[in-house]
């Protein structure tokens, strides 16, 4: 892996990380019933189902989609 690489890599993973924050914030206002850390791993969750995925613009909105709808569902999918 170049030095290239590895700068643009940290960069996508940062911004996807604020990203993921946001989609958790959100979220935690649709379903303030439920804790924040049942949402956290129901976001973190769908979103390591993307990691070997190599096209990422679309990675946060299906994440998002994904982690609602099991929020939507009851319990979590993705074990504490």
Do not use: W
Request: include cysteine; charge should be negative; charged fraction near 30%.
């Amino acid at each position: 892996m170049t030095a290239t690489t590895i700068a643009s890599t940290n960069i996508r993973m940062g911004r996807e990380a604020e990203t993921l924050e946001r989609i958790v914030a959100r979220l935690c206002l649709q379903f303030p019933e439920l804790s924040a850390d049942h949402i956290y791993r129901a976001v973190y969750g769908r979103y390591d189902d993307f990691e070997d995925s190599p096209i990422r613009d679309f990675v946060p909105i299906l994440v998002e989609r994904g982690a609602r709808d099991d929020l939507k569902v009851g319990p979590p999918r993705y074990p504490a």
